[in-house]
């Protein structure tokens, strides 16, 4: 399984960005699909992952309400969608897939990984 996350970039504070993850290789049974980040200096951070059995979506406390996630089967993406960005989103942000599990908030359950994108959230 190979992930490609793609979308970050600089955008003021109060913006919006739409990061994607496509996904390529076959994975058995149900899976969650997540994005951490992780800003410097700072450990990384769970922010949602969505379950590729119902679609059920799950968010960390410091996301909810601003960002969603969505998925384009068809084209094997999810996609992050973040609104009303602040400074403190500022990371580098990975996706990931935890194989055997409907929803993972947990870096070690994760077992494949795709390169980050860099949010920078800035004036």
């Known amino acids: 399984v190979q992930l490609q996350a793609s979308g970050g970039g600089l955008v003021q504070p109060g913006g919006s960005l739409r990061l994607s993850c496509k996904a390529s290789?076959?994975?058995?049974?149900?899976?969650?699909i997540g994005w951490f980040r992780q800003a410097p200096g700072k450990e990384r951070e769970w922010v949602s992952s969505?379950?590729?059995?119902?679609?059920?979506?799950y968010y960390g406390n410091s996301v909810k309400g601003r960002f969603s996630m969505s998925r384009d089967n068809a084209e094997n993406t999810v996609y992050l969608q973040m609104n009303s960005l602040k400074p403190e989103d500022t990371a580098v942000y990975s996706c990931?897939?935890?194989?055997?599990?409907?929803?993972?908030?947990?870096?070690?359950?994760?077992?494949?990984w795709g390169q980050g994108t860099e949010v920078t959230v800035s004036s």
């Open positions: 290789g076959f994975i058995s049974g149900d899976y969650a």
């Open positions: 990931g897939v935890a194989p055997g599990f409907h929803a993972a908030i947990k870096v070690e359950d994760y077992k494949y």
């Open positions: 969505m379950s590729s059995s119902d679609g059920a979506t």
